[in-house]
Every structure is written in C-alpha cells, then in structure tokens.
Nanobody
Framework: QVQLVESGGGLVQPGGSLRLSCVASGFTFSTHKMKWYRQAPGKEREFVADIITFPYITTYIDSVKGRFIISRDNYKNTVYLQMNKLRPEDTGVYYC?????????WGQGTQVTVSS
C-alpha cells in the first residue's frame, strides 16, 4: 500500500520560507523518483520539482529555480521541498507524488498560503 503524507504547509508572508516534507511508505523509496506538484486556486495541477535517486539529479520549473530546493533522505523515506523567497503566486496545495508499477500515487496535499 503506497502512502505519501505531506506536511509543513502554512501561512507565510511574501519573502518568507517554508519547508515541506513528504513521508513515503509501501514501496522501495530509495529507487523511486519523487516529485512535488502544486495546484493554485482555479488552476490546474502543475509540476514543481523532482529528484531521482543517486546521484540525486533535480529538476525545477523555471518559476521556482533559485528559490526552491528539493532534497531527499533515503534513510527516512522522506522527500523535502525547501521554499524560499515565497511569492503570492506560490500559493496552492502542494502534493507529493511518485510512480510505482506504472501507476501514479499522490499524497493528500498540504496548503501553502503566501500573503501579507
């Protein structure tokens, strides 16, 4: 049973920081690419970042490059998204995701609100 549980969202002022966590279980975490997506109000879900296993190559959408950092701890079965210099347009529900046996899995999401 694949399970992905996100946490760390909240309300933050523009320019602030948050760190999201996603704890995974039910599959061999260390061999799987892990991804973060987000969905802003009234918009479709969009890819944000991903990270593969060693050598831990990362990918980001242009709008978060230089501000967000995705990382993983294979001993803790956890993927992180460090978000810095947050902007109001970063607001949305953030989801952790992976693919296992050709099926996509999603966490429940954690709300991030960037507002003064």
């Amino acid at each position: 049973q694949v399970q992905l549980v996100e946490s760390g969202g909240g309300l933050v002022q523009p320019g602030g920081s948050l760190r999201l966590s996603c704890v995974a279980s039910g599959f061999t975490f260390s061999t799987h690419k892990m991804k973060w997506y987000r969905q802003a109000p009234g918009k479709e879900r969009e890819f944000v970042a991903d990270i593969i296993t060693f050598p831990y190559i990362t990918t980001y959408i242009d709008s978060v490059k230089g501000r967000f950092i995705i990382s993983r701890d294979n001993y803790k079965n956890t993927v992180y998204l460090q978000m810095n210099k947050l902007r109001p347009e970063d607001t949305g529900v953030y989801y952790c995701s992976t693919n296992s046996n050709d099926e996509d899995y999603w966490g429940q999401g954690t709300q991030v609100t960037v507002s003064s």
